[in-house]
């Protein structure tokens, strides 16, 4: 003989209990079978509420009553043919007569007893039951409606309803003997004492009807019907990777549903346990896919460790002080205080030196218990042996569970390891003394990132790394930012064992998020379809909902969007960065960034802050490691500088030549601002940095690029206060000509001193044949007299994108 039990989603409205019929039609072709069901979803909260408005003479307690009836006959009429309503029609009408007459009398007496709550209550599972059997009428399936409350029997102890098992048993294997019927249609959660009185099992009550119906008669299989596949190695919510457990002890399941599993209760199914009878968990909505089966002794698998699981809204209650080292009686008082105060404890650590003790709770019950404890230790803690007790919230539990935990070497290592690396703290550590699980607590805010970390490490294929890729502006940069990582997708994941998912893009206004990633299509309609919002929400929202590995680019040139990076650097998120001006910003702004991304253990790249995508940054960083010393650099670092001084030859006038620069998006919607000659400066002070002379800006002699009275005045006048001055700029270009040398805007950087400036250039000069848009740095050391130049392209969106997407890979890695 079978049971199959279907859960209040598994029945929650006609079509789902369509589907449970189904599923159990089919069961009872094979073996006879034991249906319970709860009560349809929402329904029991509903009738508690019913029954606690009527007992404080709120009349509104009819029209709740109103709406179950009502909902409950829709279901009738939606899933029942008309020739086969009137019987269910009637007992329901009959049923919600009845119970309407319970809740006039409590309203009368404006008293809600735990017995009159339980006769409340009841209703909900005789409903979808008679609804149930009637389904199966209706199909031409025989079955029997069976009364729970006449078999299972309830004592009362310490005001609980306690199962008698021995009388539940007696009962049912009577019941079924004198039975021949293939198919029982049973309520779940309702039971009855000793006088016939209505009771209920409490939390998990349909679960336990179930188990003690096949402990009774020794089932060949349990068979929990609910909306998930099974039991997962971790919370679907928080790990979309988790995977169904196709074989797992009671011992482990009972672990995992300890600490956070809510898919089985563990009390309800302790009389199956008992019996060694298999238990199944199956989804009602996806009945042919993968399901776990519970047992005894299950199948050897190469995957020692079961699953993950953890719990929430966790409180730490600590007891310490000297007085407490080698005196006996202090834990017994300790736990006994918090039992007195009827307060369940999670879990126990305590320091080997008994100075402390720590243990989790609920963390709403903290406060009751803090006080408890204080109150049991108020002689100690006045005589200063014993300091007040600590009560800490916002806290959460996970738990690794396995039951080959012990033979496993190395397993607390890579649960800490993986935490650890993602700058995550654990506040307390605790392991089972069967060795089948080891807990970690830490803070509730790195809960889901932590869930998702270990799973990762227990449970990944151990080749993809996948990394969060949040980008902040959707300029030119920043669009061909996205459509090289959705166009270089399959090759980062063959060559760099690396998923990198876009989840975040961010403009002024506008921000998508998902962890599934976005694509250029829906990055293209961000303005439409994004959600408002700044980078200030941007960055609340990635820290609230950080999936694991992240990285942040920034393609904007904000400084609103460059002051956020500590914040980012301090919650573990590594940064990447063409933005120059918290690089090029003061030496403690930015020193402190990088001392931070040193601490955390994250990146902080800007590899494109000083010559687009040229490898400048990384290579004075490497020669300065190998013990190299830097004499000078001299650099072109403006490839829109660098394109007017290199086409300019007075056939037309500079003026022109700026026109059709702008117009090629060489420059900056504002010209002048390249012609001032500030960004070579924030470039400069960068390298400055970098070769290690620690430079403010303010410390570089710095020149524009034209003359600066054109310089003066607004925007629209520029081209004509260029023309002014054509023939003092030709003049200019001429004398370097006559000589031979070349005009160039050149960066140079000395020990002695830096300074970004017009110069002419000889022809030996490696800067004298660089031309059009391109970037050139020539770095001389003392090894390298005649130095190492880096010659390429200076602008463009498309290479610095390249640079930016380079760097962010290094800080996937």
């Given at each position: 003989?079978?049971?199959?039990?279907?859960?209040?989603?598994?029945?929650?409205?006609?079509?789902?209990?369509?589907?449970?019929?189904?599923?159990?039609?089919?069961?009872?072709?094979?073996?006879?079978?034991?249906?319970?069901?709860?009560?349809?979803?929402?329904?029991?909260?509903?009738?508690?509420?019913?029954?606690?408005?009527a007992?404080?003479?709120?009349?509104?307690?009819?029209?709740?009553?109103?709406?179950?009836?009502?909902?409950?006959?829709?279901?009738?009429?939606g899933?029942?043919?008309?020739?086969?309503?009137?019987?269910?029609?009637?007992?329901?009408?009959?049923?919600?007569?009845?119970?309407?007459?319970?809740?006039?009398?409590?309203?009368?007496?404006?008293?809600?007893?735990?017995?009159s709550?339980?006769?409340v209550?009841?209703?909900?599972?005789?409903?979808?039951?008679?609804?149930?059997?009637?389904?199966?009428?209706?199909?031409?399936?025989?079955?029997?409606?069976?009364?729970?409350?006449?078999?299972?029997?309830?004592?009362?102890?310490?005001?609980?309803?306690l199962?008698?098992?021995?009388?539940?048993?007696?009962?049912?294997?009577?019941?079924?003997?004198?039975?021949?019927?293939?198919?029982?249609?049973?309520?779940?959660?309702?039971?009855?004492?000793?006088?016939?009185?209505t009771?209920?099992?409490?939390?998990?009550?349909?679960?336990?009807?179930?188990?003690?119906?096949?402990?009774?008669?020794?089932?060949?299989?349990?068979?929990?019907?609910?909306?998930?596949?099974?039991?997962?190695?971790?919370?679907?919510?928080?790990?979309?990777?988790?995977?169904?457990?196709?074989?797992?002890?009671?011992?482990?399941?009972?672990?995992?549903?300890?600490?956070?599993?809510?898919?089985?209760?563990?009390?309800?199914?302790?009389?199956?346990?008992?019996?060694?009878?298999?238990?199944?968990?199956?989804?009602?909505?996806?009945?042919?896919?993968?399901?776990?089966?519970?047992?005894?002794?299950?199948?050897?698998s190469?995957?020692?460790?079961r699953?993950?699981?953890?719990s929430?809204?966790?409180?730490?209650?600590?007891?310490?002080?000297?007085?407490?080292?080698?005196?006996?009686?202090?834990?017994?008082?300790?736990?006994?205080?918090?039992?007195?105060?009827?307060?369940?404890?999670?879990?126990?650590?305590?320091?080997?030196?008994?100075?402390?003790?720590?243990?989790?709770?609920?963390?709403?019950?903290?406060?009751?218990?803090?006080?408890a404890?204080?109150?049991?230790?108020?002689?100690?803690?006045?005589?200063?042996?014993?300091?007040?007790?600590?009560?800490?919230?916002?806290?959460?539990?996970?738990?690794?569970?396995?039951?080959?935990?012990?033979?496993?070497?190395?397993?607390?290592?890579?649960?800490f390891?993986?935490?650890?690396?993602?700058?995550?703290?654990?506040r307390?550590?605790?392991?089972?003394?069967?060795?089948?699980?080891?807990?970690?607590?830490?803070?509730?805010?790195?809960?889901?990132?932590?869930?998702?970390?270990?799973?990762?490490?227990?449970?990944?294929?151990?080749?993809?790394?996948?990394?969060?890729?949040?980008?902040?502006?959707?300029?030119?940069v920043?669009?061909?930012?996205?459509?090289?990582?959705?166009?270089?997708?399959?090759?980062?994941?063959?060559?760099?064992?690396?998923?990198?998912?876009?989840?975040?893009?961010?403009?002024?206004?506008?921000?998508?998020?998902?962890?599934?990633?976005?694509?250029?299509?829906q990055?293209?309609?961000?303005?439409?379809?994004?959600?408002?919002?700044d980078?200030?929400?941007f960055?609340?929202?990635?820290?609230?909902?950080?999936?694991?590995?992240?990285?942040?680019?920034?393609?904007?040139?904000?400084?609103?969007?460059?002051?956020?990076?500590?914040?980012?650097?301090?919650?573990?998120?590594?940064?990447?960065?063409?933005?120059?001006?918290?690089?090029?910003?003061?030496?403690?702004?930015?020193?402190?960034?990088?001392?931070?991304?040193?601490?955390?253990?994250?990146?902080?790249?800007?590899?494109?802050?000083?010559?687009?995508?040229?490898?400048?940054?990384?290579?004075?960083?490497?020669?300065?490691?190998?013990?190299?010393?830097?004499?000078?650099?001299?650099?072109?670092?403006?490839?829109?500088?660098?394109?007017?001084?290199?086409?300019?030859?007075?056939?037309?006038?500079f003026?022109?030549?700026?026109?059709?620069?702008?117009?090629?998006?060489?420059?900056?919607?504002?010209?002048?601002?390249?012609?001032?000659?500030?960004?070579?400066?924030?470039?400069?002070?960068?390298?400055?940095?970098?070769?290690?002379?620690?430079?403010?800006?303010?410390q570089?002699?710095?020149?524009?690029?034209?003359?600066?009275?054109?310089?003066?005045?607004?925007?629209?006048?520029?081209?004509?206060?260029?023309?002014?001055?054509e023939?003092?700029?030709?003049?200019i270009?001429?004398?370097?000509?006559?000589?031979?040398?070349?005009?160039?805007?050149?960066?140079?950087?000395?020990?002695?001193?830096?300074?970004?400036?017009?110069?002419?250039?000889?022809?030996?000069?490696?800067?004298?044949?660089?031309?059009?848009?391109?970037?050139?740095?020539?770095?001389?050391?003392?090894?390298?007299?005649?130095?190492?130049?880096?010659?390429?392209?200076?602008?463009?969106?498309?290479?610095?994108?390249?640079?930016?997407?380079?760097?962010?890979?290094?800080?996937s890695?």
């Amino acid at each position: 003989m079978q049971i199959l039990k279907f859960g209040g989603s598994s029945v929650a409205n006609g079509n789902n209990i369509l589907k449970a019929v189904s599923i159990t039609a089919q069961a009872s072709l094979r073996d006879k079978t034991i249906m319970v069901s709860s009560a349809i979803a929402g329904c029991t909260d509903k009738l508690i509420q019913t029954a606690t408005l009527a007992s404080l003479k709120d009349p509104n307690y009819k029209g709740l009553a109103k709406e179950l009836e009502e909902s409950h006959i829709a279901i009738i009429n939606g899933i029942i043919p008309a020739d086969f309503r009137g019987i269910p029609m009637v007992k329901c009408k009959a049923l919600f007569t009845e119970l309407r007459g319970i809740l006039e009398g409590i309203c009368l007496l404006g008293e809600l007893t735990n017995s009159s709550l339980d006769l409340v209550m009841s209703f909900g599972e005789l409903l979808s039951t008679t609804i149930i059997s009637a389904k199966f009428n209706s199909q031409g399936i025989n079955n029997v409606w069976t009364d729970s409350r006449s078999l299972v029997k309830t004592f009362l102890h310490n005001s609980s309803n306690l199962v008698d098992t021995q009388a539940t048993y007696m009962n049912i294997k009577n019941y079924l003997a004198s039975n021949g019927t293939r198919l029982y249609i049973v309520p779940g959660f309702i039971a009855s004492d000793a006088t016939g009185k209505t009771t209920t099992l409490g939390r998990g009550g349909s679960d336990y009807t179930a188990s003690l119906f096949a402990a009774a008669i020794n089932a060949r299989v349990l068979e929990i019907w609910t909306d998930v596949d099974g039991m997962m190695t971790a919370d679907p919510r928080l790990v979309p990777e988790a995977s169904t457990i196709e074989h797992i002890s009671y011992k482990e399941a009972l672990e995992l549903s300890h600490f956070g599993a809510k898919v089985v209760y563990p009390p309800t199914i302790q009389p199956a346990i008992k019996k060694g009878i298999p238990i199944m968990v199956r989804n009602t909505f996806n009945p042919d896919g993968p399901y776990t089966v519970i047992e005894n002794s299950p199948p050897d698998s190469r995957d020692k460790i079961r699953g993950i699981s953890g719990s929430t809204q966790i409180a730490l209650i600590s007891l310490e002080g000297s007085g407490m080292v080698g005196i006996p009686g202090y834990s017994a008082r300790f736990f006994t205080s918090l039992a007195t105060a009827q307060i369940n404890i999670v879990l126990i650590t305590q320091a080997s030196s008994l100075h402390t003790m720590c243990v989790a709770i609920e963390e709403k019950v903290a406060d009751k218990a803090g006080k408890a404890v204080d109150a049991e230790f108020a002689y100690e803690i006045s005589l200063g042996k014993v300091n007040p007790v600590v009560v800490e919230k916002g806290f959460s539990i996970i738990s690794l569970v396995g039951d080959d935990m012990k033979n496993q070497s190395g397993t607390g290592g890579k649960m800490f390891t993986a935490l650890g690396d993602a700058g995550i703290n654990i506040r307390a550590i605790a392991q089972g003394s069967s060795e089948r699980n080891i807990s970690v607590i830490v803070g509730t805010k790195d809960y889901p990132n932590s869930i998702k970390l270990i799973h990762d490490r227990f449970f990944g294929n151990g080749k993809i790394d996948k990394v969060y890729l949040y980008v902040a502006g959707y300029g030119t940069v920043g669009k061909e930012l996205v459509k090289l990582i959705n166009e270089r997708k399959p090759t980062i994941l063959s060559q760099d064992n690396l998923e990198l998912v876009l989840a975040g893009l961010c403009t002024s206004s506008k921000m998508i998020l998902s962890k599934k990633g976005i694509t250029t299509s829906q990055a293209m309609n961000i303005r439409e379809t994004g959600t408002d919002g700044d980078v200030n929400m941007f960055i609340r929202q990635i820290l609230s909902e950080l999936p694991g590995k992240a990285v942040f680019a920034d393609c904007t040139a904000s400084g609103s969007v460059a002051s956020l990076y500590r914040e980012l650097l301090d919650n573990n998120i590594s940064v990447v960065t063409c933005n120059k001006i918290a690089p090029s910003a003061s030496l403690h702004t930015w020193n402190t960034l990088k001392s931070i991304s040193a601490k955390k253990g994250v990146c902080l790249l800007y590899e494109t802050t000083a010559g687009a995508a040229l490898p400048v940054v990384e290579t004075i960083a490497k020669l300065i490691q190998s013990g190299e010393k830097i004499t000078e650099v001299q650099a072109i670092l403006s490839g829109t500088l660098n394109y007017l001084y290199s086409e300019y030859n007075g056939k037309e006038s500079f003026a022109t030549l700026v026109k059709k620069a702008k117009e090629s998006g060489y420059t900056e919607p504002d010209p002048s601002v390249d012609l001032s000659g500030a960004d070579v400066l924030r470039k400069c002070t960068i390298l400055a940095r970098e070769c290690g002379f620690p430079l403010e800006q303010e410390q570089i002699e710095s020149e524009p690029a034209v003359p600066a009275n054109i310089l003066d005045g607004n925007t629209d006048g520029l081209t004509e206060r260029l023309e002014q001055e054509e023939k003092a700029i030709m003049s200019i270009f001429k004398e370097s000509l006559s000589k031979g040398e070349n005009m160039r805007y050149i960066a140079r950087i000395t020990p002695h001193g830096c300074s970004v400036k017009p110069l002419s250039i000889p022809p030996e000069n490696p800067l004298y044949h660089v031309c059009g848009t391109n970037n050139s740095i020539t770095i001389i050391t003392h090894n390298y007299p005649n130095g190492i130049t880096i010659t390429g392209a200076g602008a463009g969106a498309r290479v610095t994108a390249g640079g930016v997407l380079n760097d962010i890979l290094k800080a996937s890695l």
